[in-house]
């Protein structure tokens, strides 16, 4: 073994050489230790003498990689395994690092080298399966970690992995006991509580469901979730005449517009109500929730409140009671009958009633009773449109399966408002359009800053040029109403897309501005984006486009939601197929305008299955309960597990993070946050 230049040893003196194995081992022992500038000095000192030395490459790939540096890291560690192709480990690493990168398929492919390897290598075999899975390659994840199973039976994160897998692929039968087997592996693990939290709502089980639900904080940050640490009790349902409460905010913008349709009750029972929310919907929020003291709280500033809390509590009244939004439903949404407060006839405990529609032409004040959900807005019946007639064109009564099945169709109670000035001045912006006013947005929020999160948003999202054929429909006005990257696809489009879409994006500064646009609209057909969930709070007719992998709170079929009875829901009837909800949705939208679709085809592809009801979107389930053992989904892969409902599924976000760095993972992976993989070392 060669002797390398002298390196002096801590406490040691006069300074020795020691061997390049003698170094090695000593780098792995200071990175062990967290001595990271001691590894480096060892591996440069190795590298001086042994410009190829594989260890020394691999151990400066990995700090690379720790300090953020992936470019570098990739560059060392691919180096090592040039070097020293048939190290399982540095071929694990390598998948680490494509994995950061989001080289998806090369991490797989490295994974794959690196369980050819060593069989017996669980985090690789981990990892091959979460990556498998954020590729849609069911069937290599699902056999990745029933391998870890094979070998640990009672390994509980994957168990928890597993459940997860059979969750996203719509095989709901077999993620119940798979979601159970991980619980009883692991029964205080918060992060499983939690993913089966989504199995329980997306079954419609409500009141199991949200037990399990309030596991999102404790389930760390892999859960999306914040929570403030306000110093007041927790409200537990108790009587609130008298009482101060703080309804504040923990999670993205459209659950704090779904969860804020239970404001009203909390409200009408308190003597006074603080609701601290995101910024952008404080405007809206003040305009709709007059008795009610409005606060702004940013998404981001949890862990500093600890260290300073905000400013505005210092006037607030006393404060009995506090209560994250997402907890309300606990207390107030523990059955389908508790959502008729969101239908007519029913009313709104402490609520306002529903705002009319404005009839074209009408000051939004003195509008009276036009209802584009009962067929009377006069825009609409001037042109001769039929909203009951042809394939499902009734903006709200869509045919019903599911948890939502037995909710009536009528117009909704309207929970949010639009401020009335600024829906006279989005009125006189679009007086000179005569046709059907639709609004479109086709994209969610990139999410940039979260990997899992973007893979969510590019999944649930399209593109302008996907939405054509709806642009295509003559005799309607389309608006966009996207924002974020997206709202530049209309500047790019070709001139003729151009002129078919009004872009409104520059009046769009915040919810209260898309809100009063929307109430300028006879329709909105978005994506599952914040959009969606004010048309639908707003008591505005919507459709509703859903990925295969849908979220739990629109269930796994159905064209109906108990959170907003005017929406309708179009489902992608396989993996990635928004073609089939393209086409639907552009039926539907010719047959509302009147006017029979040109050229339509009647193969069986776009027809409603056989005995179904008019007007269930191609793909959407045929009154199956949610949960009814149908087979295997259509789109899932080859050997699926069958007994999978059909319909869109799931709702918990796919994709598990990848394992701890040595040995195996003695917690459970989640499926709602992705974590880079951590590195391991040569022992």
């Not at 090695?24 to 410009?51: D, N």
């Amino acid at each position: 073994m060669r002797a390398m230049n002298p390196v002096p040893l801590a406490g040691a003196a006069p300074a020795r050489t020691i061997s390049v194995a003698e170094a090695l081992q000593m780098a792995a022992a200071h990175f062990q230790a967290g001595q990271r500038g001691e590894v480096e000095t060892l591996c440069l000192k190795v590298l001086e003498l042994e410009p190829e030395n594989p260890a020394a490459l691999h151990l400066l790939g990995v700090l690379a990689h720790l300090a953020g540096k992936q470019g570098v890291a990739l560059a060392l560690i691919e180096k090592a395994v040039r070097c020293e192709p048939r190290n399982a480990q540095f071929r694990y690493n390598l998948g680490v690092v494509y994995g950061v990168l989001r080289r998806l398929d090369e991490a797989l492919d490295a994974y794959r080298e690196a369980t050819a390897l060593d069989p017996d290598h669980p985090n690789a075999w981990s990892n091959l399966g979460s990556t498998a899975l954020d590729l849609d390659h069911f069937d290599a994840a699902l056999a990745a970690y029933d391998t870890v199973l094979a070998r640990h039976p009672d390994n509980p994160g994957a168990a928890l992995a597993r459940a997860i897998i059979l969750y996203a692929m719509r095989c709901f039968d077999a993620a119940g006991p798979a979601y159970q087997r991980a619980l009883a592996l692991a029964p205080r693990d918060p992060r499983a509580r939690w993913e089966y939290a989504h199995h329980l709502l997306m079954m419609g089980d409500y009141a199991a469901g949200w037990e399990e639900y309030e596991f999102r904080f404790s389930a760390g940050a892999q859960s999306s979730v914040w929570c403030y640490p306000y110093p007041y009790p927790r409200w537990q349902g108790e009587p609130l005449a008298g009482k101060t409460i703080l309804l504040h905010g923990e999670q993205g913008l459209g659950d704090e517009i779904m969860f804020a349709s239970i404001y009203p009750e909390v409200i009408a029972a308190a003597a006074h109500t603080i609701i601290a929310c995101q910024p952008h919907l404080l405007p809206l929020f003040r305009d709709s929730f007059p008795g009610a003291q409005l606060v702004a709280q940013l998404r981001n500033e949890a862990d500093a409140w600890t260290r300073r809390p905000a400013g505005w509590l210092a006037g607030a009244p006393g404060i009995d009671y506090q209560i994250p939004f997402g907890s309300l439903a606990r207390l107030r949404r523990r059955t389908l009958a508790d959502f008729s407060v969101h239908c007519p006839g029913a009313g709104q405990a402490g609520g306002h009633p529903a705002r009319p529609r404005t009839a074209r032409g009408a000051s939004p004040e003195t509008a009276q009773g036009a209802d584009l959900g009962t067929g009377q807005e006069a825009g609409l019946a001037a042109q001769g449109a039929s909203l009951s007639a042809g394939q499902g064109a009734d903006l709200t009564a869509g045919h019903a399966s599911g948890p939502s099945a037995g909710l009536a169709p009528d117009r909704p109670v309207a929970y949010l408002r639009a401020d009335p000035v600024k829906r006279a001045a989005w009125q006189a912006k679009l007086a000179e359009l005569r046709g059907l006013r639709v609004g479109l947005c086709w994209a969610a929020n990139p999410a940039i800053e979260d990997a899992l999160a973007a893979r969510r948003s590019r999944k649930k999202s399209l593109t302008l040029r996907q939405l054509e054929p709806l642009l295509s429909i003559h005799g309607v006005d389309f608006i966009s109403l996207q924002t974020w990257e997206a709202a530049a696809q209309v500047a790019a489009a070709d001139p003729g897309t151009r002129a078919r879409i009004l872009d409104a994006s520059a009046g769009l500064g915040d919810f209260a501005d898309t809100a009063a646009l929307i109430m300028n609209l006879d329709l909105v057909i978005t994506v599952d984006t914040s959009v969606a969930h004010l048309a639908g709070a707003l008591g505005q007719p919507v459709w509703i486009l859903l990925p295969w992998q849908a979220d739990w709170r629109w269930h796994a079929q159905g064209s109906r939601s108990e959170w907003y009875p005017q929406a309708r829901l179009y489902r992608q009837p396989a993996l990635g197929d928004w073609e089939s909800v393209i086409r639907q949705a552009h039926l539907d939208l010719n047959t509302l305008r009147g006017a029979a679709p040109a050229g339509a085809s009647t193969s069986a592809s776009t027809r409603a299955p056989a005995g179904a009801p008019a007007g269930a979107p191609t793909g959407a389930p045929t009154g199956a309960p949610a949960g009814a053992p149908t087979g295997a989904p259509a789109g899932a892969p080859a050997g699926a597990p069958t007994g999978a409902p059909t319909g869109a599924p799931t709702g918990a976000p796919t994709g598990l993070p990848t394992s701890a760095p040595t040995g195996l993972p003695t917690s459970a992976p989640t499926s709602t946050s992705a974590s880079a993989s951590e590195t391991e070392i040569p022992a």
